[in-house]
């Protein structure tokens, strides 16, 4: 194989170092050493990162859709420090501490309706696996033991262990199967390609009927739960209307099955309201959270449950069968009440719709480019969906196959040469800070505007 390295890379210890020893998740190792492309980020104030060559990158995906309160929040930092030196670790199971009992407190005040019950974890994929098992046990203990399955929707990423891998729609049957049974998925709102053909509402409204359809394909009696994201960044950012989630609470009420929000993506002031679910005007049974919990100061993920769910744990003397030994961590927790009052101060759990305000402006001219087929988005989550041709709407591949397309490479280069950092496979992703000022959003579109005409031009596309 060749592995010649880049000489700007062999020239930089750090980037070389980083090549030999550390193990970039999800990266092609060639991409990463012949392209000179592994950087090595050394700070980051604001919206802003700087690798250890001292250059500054809009960090426009807030690292992985984490950062919402910003870098640099030496509050959070003073929060940690003070309560690693207080008290940083007791025992997950039969005791909790001080700052997860407030935490607790303070996420059942945010999360809608009655989810005041708060289990805690270390990330994403943690609070996924988490919500699947406590909604199997769940149904179990009410006596429902053939409710094992599970309805998740095409499109959908909802971690990489093995259950939350298992009902997510993009999971690597070669490498990873058999994974857990009982998985089938259902189409996902899409207003740009809809699975159905049909357009606005009612397209998400077919999409929310499909749930119905498969819950009497698999019995009701067999289903455990449906889990979905309010708004799927990996499924294309595609806003379904408020009513699509209402239809799918009031079907998963109908049938017994337990309604699972995986909010770690939408989750804190990431789509103009604390939670994706309280735009929507939907109480799932359970919710899932991390990503923006702590804005990624430290590592934490959560599942709030509704009380109502949670009620078969005091009627009968079961245990919940899960334990994690960094549930409810104390400096974790101390971090993410940091975090969350701040962004209370701030006001970032609505800055979203500010930033939603903007952006929609600014995308506006960006419609006219021959590779923008669409622009959607919420809050701070928004994409800009890339095809070869407007009228077919052909995209330029899917996951690896688009990142490595040479359009979308060139643009990723046009766009990191003007200094922004974002992810591109098929879209364009914008997922700004929500600290993010007006200004700044208005110089990232530039840099996207002109990356785009010139890739274009190069490319032909007009
Ligand atoms: C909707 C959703 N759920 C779960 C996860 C898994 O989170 P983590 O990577 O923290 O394990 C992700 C990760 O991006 C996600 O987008």
Not at 92 to 102: D, E, F, G, I, L
Not at 421 to 437: C, F, K, S
Request: aromatic share 8%; with cysteine; glycine share 10%.
């Amino acid at each position: 194989m060749d592995t010649t390295l880049d000489d700007k890379v062999l020239s930089q210890p750090l980037e070389q170092q980083a090549l030999d020893h550390v193990w970039i998740h999800s990266a092609q190792w060639n991409d990463l050493a012949k392209g000179g492309k592994l950087k090595v980020i050394e700070r980051a104030e604001g919206s802003y990162i700087y690798d250890n060559h001292g250059r500054r990158y809009f960090d426009a995906l807030s690292g992985l859709y984490v950062v919402n309160a910003g870098h640099g929040r030496k509050e959070i930092a003073e929060a940690i420090g003070a309560q690693a030196a207080k008290l940083a670790y007791v025992s997950s199971a039969n005791m909790t501490n001080t700052p997860a009992v407030q935490l607790a407190d303070k996420l059942a005040s945010l999360t809608p309706g009655d989810l005041n019950r708060i289990f805690y974890c270390s990330g994403g994929s943690e609070a996924v696996e988490s919500a699947l098992k406590i909604a199997k046990q769940i149904q179990s203990l009410r006596g429902f033991k053939n409710r094992k399955k599970i309805i998740a929707r095409k499109g959908g990423y909802h971690g990489a262990t093995f259950g939350a891998m298992s009902v997510s729609h993009g999971r690597n049957e070669e490498y990873f199967a058999p994974f857990m049974e009982g998985v089938s998925f259902i189409a996902s709102p899409n207003r740009y390609r809809n699975e159905f053909g049909l357009e606005g509402e009612a397209g998400d409204l077919r999409c929310a009927e499909a749930l119905e359809e498969e819950i009497l394909a698999q019995g009701p009696e067999t289903v455990c739960a449906f889990i979905g994201a309010p708004i799927s960044a990996a499924n294309g950012t595609h806003v379904p209307s408020a009513a699509y989630w209402q239809k799918i609470r009031e079907i998963c009420t109908r049938y017994g099955v337990l309604m699972i929000c995986d909010e770690v993506i939408c989750g804190f002031g990431r789509t103009g309201a604390m939670f994706a679910c309280n735009r929507f005007g939907v109480t799932p049974d359970l919710m899932t959270m991390a990503k923006g919990l702590t804005s990624g100061y430290v590592p934490m993920g959560a599942v709030a449950v509704s009380d109502k769910a949670y009620e078969v744990f005091k009627d009968t003397d079961a245990q919940l069968a899960h334990l994690l030994t960094f549930g409810g961590q104390a400096v974790a927790a101390a971090a993410a009440l940091k975090n969350i009052e701040i962004m209370e101060r701030e006001g970032l759990d609505t800055a979203g719709l500010r930033i939603e305000a903007a952006l929609g402006k600014l995308f506006e001219p960006l419609k006219a480019h021959p590779t923008v087929g669409d622009i959607r988005g919420a809050g701070a989550l928004w994409v800009l969906d890339l095809v070869q041709d407007k009228k077919t709407k052909e995209n330029f591949g899917k996951g690896l196959a688009a990142q490595r397309h040479p359009y979308i490479q060139r643009l990723s280069a046009l766009l990191e040469e003007r200094g922004v950092l974002t992810r591109l496979m098929g879209t364009i992703q914008l997922v700004p800070p929500l600290i993010a000022t007006d200004a700044e959003l208005a110089e990232v579109v530039k840099a996207i505007d002109e990356s785009l005409s010139i890739a274009e031009q190069e490319f032909q596309f007009r």
